[in-house]
């Protein structure tokens, strides 16, 4: 495309490559970025490279964070031999804006997938299975109810039966393939109250 000049092309296929984000849209946000005052881009582009730079795994659960250790797990008051298995970080945020879970979390970062090729190894199995060593009653199996959420938790749940911790998952009810992250506080409530034992 050589209908602009080089520096908005690149800009556009920059913007291209986000998720969700067509070369349209693309154009648009170009032009609108272009329009806006330049210490409002600068803050912009500033704001996503010190996000980037800064932002780590918690040393416990792998949500992100900009500390050795997320809030929930440096937080004294949450009960931490009750581990929820979550996919993402996004999911660790629905479950917390219920605001009635008091234990900690285990973020997979994604799920079993031999469609896609993602095997146990590239998600954060084997942290889960370290923590486990320490002190824990109870891990809630709350991955989603996709096949690969399924297969996530079986898995799981194979893993941990032999250590003698108690393993529940999350009823169902959470809609199949749903994200997480849509699926009102209510119904996640119910899903986690309703869990039932594997
Ligand atoms: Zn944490």
Redesign the pocket.
């Known amino acids: 495309m050589e209908l602009y000049s080089g520096y908005i092309n690149r800009l556009i296929e920059e913007l291209s490559r986000l998720p969700g984000i067509g070369s349209k849209s693309a154009q648009r946000l170009a032009f609108y970025l272009i329009s806006m005052p330049e210490e409002n881009v600068e803050r912009l582009a500033t704001t996503m490279v010190d996000t980037r730079k800064n932002i780590r795994y ?1 040393s ?4 992100l ?1 900009d500390h050795e ?2 809030p ?2 440096s937080n004294e008051k949450r009960d931490k031999k009750t581990i929820m298995v979550v996919e993402t970080p996004r999911d660790l945020a629905a479950y917390e804006k219920t605001g009635r879970y008091e234990g ?2 285990h973020v997979l970062h994604g799920a079993i997938s031999p469609m896609l090729g993602i095997g146990p190894n590239d998600i954060r199995l084997k942290e889960l299975m370290q923590r486990l060593q320490e002190d824990v009653d109870e891990v809630i199996i709350a991955t989603n109810s996709s096949l690969e959420g399924e297969t996530t938790a079986m898995y799981i749940s194979k893993l941990i039966k032999p250590t003698g911790i108690k393993v529940t998952r999350i009823a169902s009810g959470v809609p199949v393939g749903g994200d997480l992250e849509y699926i009102d506080e209510v119904t996640l409530l119910r899903a986690l109250e309703g869990r039932t034992e594997l």
């Open positions: 918690c416990k659960c792998y949500t964070t250790m997320c929930i797990c900690v979390y």
